[in-house]
């Protein structure tokens, strides 16, 4: 279908500022205007019942931590989100709205993560450091007032890259358990030359070389591609992953691979639900604000991950 008439307004508002693409701004103006963008489109972000920043010792440092709590409740299950930004841009910051509104609507205590950023801390540094927040949240429920069985893995484009490694590192090292793995339009192949990677070339949109620059600054060495870390769609196996949820839009360029993977996982005997939402362009998720559609797939998410985490 074409663009959705909503998502064609915010286009066209970008061609009429002469908005730039991200990747060819440096990467503190990328940064910056990445984050300006979220917080416009995100709505305004829903009260919960407390919010506080922690730092834990992480494999290259302090790690901080932000932690999102609902009104009341005891034994609350647990969600980790991890943000996207191509592994390059983003914070915290960038998915607080995201979390709020799940925190309130799944009912349960959300944990993001300010991993490592690339070209700074290329891969795999994101990958161990959101590793290490899954084990210390596993480690530290009672101290979180949750329930340490009951944790799930979620992220959006490649905070969605990151939730499917750690649900592989999670089975290699027989821990920590992941009740669900929510992937919001993942990276999944570093390599992958789908029809959906070639149609999107739009400059006002993501597109193939958005994920060209963002791949670029994750892989200090392109071979690094190939580690089923970097893109889960190359593992050898996907038995025994916890089950999942796959949302993908059909104006992104990861469309095809993000849906490859559902694909994979369900092969491999893994619970999957895809949901794809057409008309849309990637980054939707992000903007519940300015799209219904938006706001429906959190909703939808939030539902799915209710479910698992009863």
Do not use: K
Not at 50 to 66: A, K
Not at 214 to 236: I, V
Not at 263 to 279: I, N, S
């Amino acid at each position: 279908m074409p663009l959705h008439p909503q998502a064609e307004a915010l286009r066209r508002q970008r061609a009429a500022a002469g908005t730039p693409p991200l990747y060819t701004r440096t990467l503190a103006e990328a940064r910056a205007a990445d984050l300006a963008d979220i917080r416009a489109a995100a709505g305004n972000p829903e009260p919960v019942g407390s919010v506080e920043e922690l730092t834990i010792d992480g494999p290259g440092g302090p790690l901080p931590l932000r932690v999102h709590r609902p009104e009341g409740g005891t034994e609350l299950p647990f969600l980790l989100y991890l943000f996207g930004g191509g592994w390059t841009l983003g914070s915290p910051d960038t998915s607080d709205a995201i979390c709020r509104r799940l925190t309130n609507a799944v009912g349960c205590v959300t944990v993001s993560v300010g991993y490592r950023l690339a070209p700074e801390h290329p891969f795999p540094a994101a990958v161990h450091d959101v590793v290490a927040a899954a084990e210390w949240i596993a480690a530290h429920a009672a101290e979180l007032g949750g329930d340490p069985a009951r944790l799930a893995v979620a992220g959006d484009s490649a905070g969605g890259n990151l939730a499917a490694a750690l649900t592989l590192a999670a089975r290699e090292r027989g821990g920590p358990a992941l009740r669900h793995q929510l992937l919001v339009y993942p990276n999944t192949d570093h390599a992958a030359d789908t029809p959906s990677v070639r149609e999107h070339d739009d400059p006002l949109l993501f597109n193939r070389r958005s994920v060209a620059w963002y791949w670029g600054h994750y892989l200090a060495d392109p071979a690094d591609g190939a580690n089923p870390l970097a893109s889960p769609l190359r593992a050898p196996s996907l038995a025994g992953l916890p089950p999942a949820t796959v949302i993908t839009a059909e104006y992104d360029p990861l469309r095809d691979e993000g849906e490859q993977y559902a694909e994979a996982l369900r092969a491999a005997g893994v619970p999957v639900e895809l949901r794809r939402y057409d008309g849309m362009p990637h980054g939707f998720f992000a903007m519940a604000g300015v799209l219904d559609d938006g706001r429906a797939a959190q909703q939808y998410a939030a539902d799915r991950l209710r479910e698992a985490l009863r």
